[in-house]
């Protein structure tokens, strides 16, 4: 009987936390100022202060440049784009371009009205947040599987010393079908 007792004393309680994640996860009216004054919303963390979005700005403003100065000079060389390699390693570039831009973005598409304070510029909403987060996974796993791709390229030339023209009719469309379905 006393356990009894104890659930229904704490069930009001209860009811206001499933009340607050409903009201969180946006099936009730969102009241942001309740959330930005609670206690929770004030934990400063390396992610909502500036040093974490001027080191995701610059670590992904200079991936970036670098995939382009690769593109550059795949396309500047005399062999462009008619090697497997250099088809391969424009890809990749690429994909990383794509990834290297979501990255530099830091917290500039994340939504204006959410509960953590960022010491930083927030200018989004939850659209662009969530296209931020597709082509940072986009681009993340396309980028692993041109790498995936790199590695079999090289055993295939290597190790089973195949011809470039083989590798190009049997195991590169695989390649870039696996790389580029395996995203999302």
Same mark, same amino acid.
């Given at each position: ?16 936390? &499933? ?7 946006? &099936? ?65 570039? &690429? ?79 695989? &390649? ?9």
């Amino acid at each position: 009987m006393r356990s009894l007792a104890t659930a229904a004393a704490a069930a009001p309680a209860l009811i206001g936390l &499933l009340y607050q994640s409903r009201t969180v996860s946006g &099936l009730k009216d969102y009241d942001p100022e309740l959330y930005i004054n609670d206690e929770r919303a004030q934990i400063q963390t390396m992610y909502t202060s500036t040093t974490g979005m001027v080191i995701p700005m610059v670590s992904g403003s200079l991936s970036a440049i670098s995939s382009m100065i690769t593109i550059y000079l795949i396309n500047k060389s005399w062999k462009k784009l008619t090697t497997v390699y250099h088809r391969i390693m424009f890809a990749l570039s &690429l994909c990383d371009i794509i990834m290297s831009v979501a990255i530099a973005l830091a917290s500039l598409p994340l939504p204006k009205d959410m509960i953590y304070q960022f010491q930083n510029i927030v200018l989004g909403n939850t659209a662009t947040c969530s296209a931020q987060g597709f082509f940072f996974i986009f681009g993340a796993t396309a980028t692993s599987g041109y790498n995936a791709s790199l590695m079999i390229y090289y055993l295939c030339s290597i190790r089973y010393r195949m011809t470039e023209h083989k590798i190009t009719k049997h195991v590169e469309p695989w &390649l870039h079908f696996v790389s580029v379905s395996y995203s999302p």
